[in-house]
């Protein structure tokens, strides 16, 4: 789906484990994001470019997280579990977070 500019959101299946690397890179329309709890691991670039991108919901399951995933993803607010990879994850890139629950 890389560069598919209309594509608004995504439903990723809950038998999906890992998000391909430059999956969904400059999705700009792409809003919202639910990755479910199978998925383990998000790849290199995976959502980069995608400026229209204001919430993504990250599993406590994804433990291994590419570098840039959400790279120019411009007031993206993610929502994860405190002391999890992805709450890391987004300190550590600048990426504001939100706590679940």
Do not use: H
Not at 25 to 46: F, H, M, R, W, Y
Not at 47 to 74: H, K, M, Q, W
Not at 76 to 92: L, R
């Amino acid at each position: 789906f890389e560069g598919c500019t209309g594509l608004t959101s995504v439903i990723i299946s809950d038998s999906a484990t890992w998000i391909e690397s430059r999956a969904f890179k400059d999705c700009t329309g792409l809003s919202l994001v639910n990755i479910p709890d199978s998925v383990i691991e998000i790849g290199d670039e995976a959502f980069e470019g995608c400026t229209g991108l204001a919430l993504v919901n990250i599993p406590d399951s994804a433990t291994e997280i590419g570098r840039r995933v959400f790279y120019g993803c411009t007031g993206i607010t993610a929502v994860c579990m405190p002391g999890s990879c992805a709450w890391k994850y987004c300190e550590d890139n600048g990426i504001q977070v939100k706590e679940i629950g």
